[in-house]
């Protein structure tokens, strides 16, 4: 979800058009294909074949080539049509080309399908029936020159929703300023060497969606040399643990996603090296049960932490934010929905907070918790509408959390609604009962002492005084 942050600039064109659609259109008059040309400004038009029906890729209208500007920006869609085979694009005008070819049935590219491309910035490919074979390094390439292929100006590649189980490790040889890239939901099952080397091939990588790729794994070195690489998606995949090569991008890491993974716990390993994580999402682990003590530590800049639907999550430790408490970033922690019943009062400085989630959880509304909520102000961080419930004791079970009345709480004599004069009224049946069994509790703890105080002198008596007391010679137990 924070990938639609990234979406560059020339996605925009497409919300603005949609909205102002009709207004500009020209493509009416034009018989030369299928697609509507909308002109947004001097700088930007779109040229929208979307849900045409088309099996073949058209020659462009010849209005494109007339009202395109080298410098504008040009957005293609293809979007839902029954393109089969992605042939050689005739050139388009503009200095930034965005184009999609989204929900097609391409099995087929042709190499130097781009070449008349050079400022293609951005290529949808998802959602097709594309293997790794066809992913040949001859496809994404400029124009053909003196020689050698120039470079694209390729920044956002979406390959997701394909058929992909390894890519060519040339294949990002003419993309040096591929910054985005996703290949999630696709069949890789194992990141093998030649993936791994297209991988780090792409230098300038700063976004990686690996979700749903069946990985289990992410050899040690295969995000070497991608130092830019700030935010990975490795959510709905088979990882036990969060992969530690994540470490080698620790410097640039900024935006972790781990939801939907078999992982049991979260460690003090689990996250090493990545002092630089803002945000950090570990949601939808059905397995997960335990946050062990530190396992939060080494993530020094962290701002934000969702860790909610993890449905069997039962248990954090009151050390897991150990360390960080001296100089604490986090703003933002989302509990929501896991299977928790008790938070530690000193988890965390909860008063440091800016959001607090805690919806749909069992809340045992003990001491505890009441400090959290009303000493230590974690009742104002909730968002409205999301005040969490107690689940326990049964005669708070219902009532919100921030409503817990406290006042049998030590601990808040002082802060907390002032004790009224002692009267004899005060006193409910249960708290006489409790009065007896504590005084009896006192009185039989007295009786035992004093009873085995006796048998033990008894027992002294008996054996020891019958025998003389030894003296061992110290020196000579030395020699
Ligand atoms: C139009 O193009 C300019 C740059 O040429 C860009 O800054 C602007 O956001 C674009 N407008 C829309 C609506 O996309
Ligand atoms: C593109 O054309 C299709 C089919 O006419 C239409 O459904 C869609 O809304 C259009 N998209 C934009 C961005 O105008
Ligand atoms: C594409 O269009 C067809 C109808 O032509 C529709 O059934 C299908 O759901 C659409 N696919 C997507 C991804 O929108
Ligand atoms: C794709 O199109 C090219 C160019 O027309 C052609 O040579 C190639 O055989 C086609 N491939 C398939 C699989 O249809
Ligand atoms: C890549 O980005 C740089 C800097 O933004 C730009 O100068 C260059 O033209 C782009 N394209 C290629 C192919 O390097
Ligand atoms: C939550 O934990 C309890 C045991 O503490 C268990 O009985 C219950 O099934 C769990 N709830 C879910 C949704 O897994
Ligand atoms: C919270 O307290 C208010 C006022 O004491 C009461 O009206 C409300 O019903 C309580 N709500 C819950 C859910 O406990």
Redesign the pocket.
Known sequence: MYFLRDVPGVLVILCALFFSAHAASEGDDDKGGPCEIFVQDVNNLTLNCSRRHIDKIPTWPATLETQGKEDGHVRITFFNNSI??V?QLAPVPGNRIAISFKSNKI??I?DDAFRNLDHMVYLDLSNNYISGEVLRSEIFQGSYKDGVYSDIDLETLNLGYNEIHSLDKYLFQHTPNLTRLYINNNPIEILDHVTILALSSAKKLEVLDLSKTDIDNIPLDAFRGLSYLRQIDLSGNFFLNVPESLSLVGDSLQYLTFNNNPLVELNDDSFVGLSNLVELEVGENENLEEVKRSTFSPLKSLRVLHMCHNKNLRYISHNAFRGLKDKWTLKEVYLDDNNLSELSTDLMPWNKLETLGMTGNSWLCNCDLANIITKQNAGTKFRTGEIPYCAAPMRLSGSYITNISVSFCPQFDTTFAPKRGFSISDLKPKHIIWSILGVATIVGIGMICGLLVNTAKAFYKKTFRSQPIRYVNISETFA
């Open positions: 089969s085979n042939t099995v087929e042709e």
